[in-house]
């Protein structure tokens, strides 16, 4: 598979599974978390709302998997707000203490994922620059380089 193949892959599958978490959590509000304990109204309404954000996240993954060739800037943006979502979990490791043990998988995922969506980011915009033709004798330009 070529690393364009692998970010469209990627993205989709971020896409869904950010959709499909989010809808999870709107559902079941603060049940829906492991190791939660009932938390009252305020927890689980701020739990839906967040996730309903989430899962616009999402929407917003799979508008860039869509797209021909699938752009690096929103990709990097994206990303950079996955990473973030990270840090912040080991913000909150420093500050409280180790979560249920489910939350430190997902924190691996947050900060391991990142550095393979920001190399394959502008995979698909160079494959495409790559296959475009130039008019006889015209330079090539040089691929998009994310920034």
């Not at 809808?23 to 509000?29: A, D, F, Q, R």
């Not at 709302?49 to 899962?55: E, V």
């Not at 996955?82 to 979990?89: A, K």
Request: with cysteine.
């Amino acid at each position: 598979m070529t690393k364009a193949q692998w970010l469209k892959w990627l993205s989709l599958l971020m896409a869904y599974a950010c959709m499909a978490i989010g809808i999870y959590h709107v559902v079941l509000g603060v049940a829906s978390v492991p190791g939660a304990e009932s938390a009252g109204a305020t927890v689980d309404s701020r739990e839906r709302f967040y996730n309903a954000i989430f899962f616009g996240y999402g929407l917003c993954w799979l508008w860039v998997a869509r797209r021909s060739p699938i752009p690096a800037r929103p990709v990097h943006a994206l990303t950079a707000v996955f990473l973030l979502g990270g840090i912040g979990r080991l913000l909150s490791i420093a500050v409280h203490g180790l979560p249920h043990w489910f939350q430190l998988p997902l924190t691996a995922l947050e900060l391991g994922l990142p550095p393979l969506y920001f190399w394959l980011a502008s995979a698909d915009e160079r494959a495409t620059a790559a296959r475009t033709p130039t008019p006889e004798g015209a330079p090539r330009p040089a691929p998009p380089r994310g920034r």
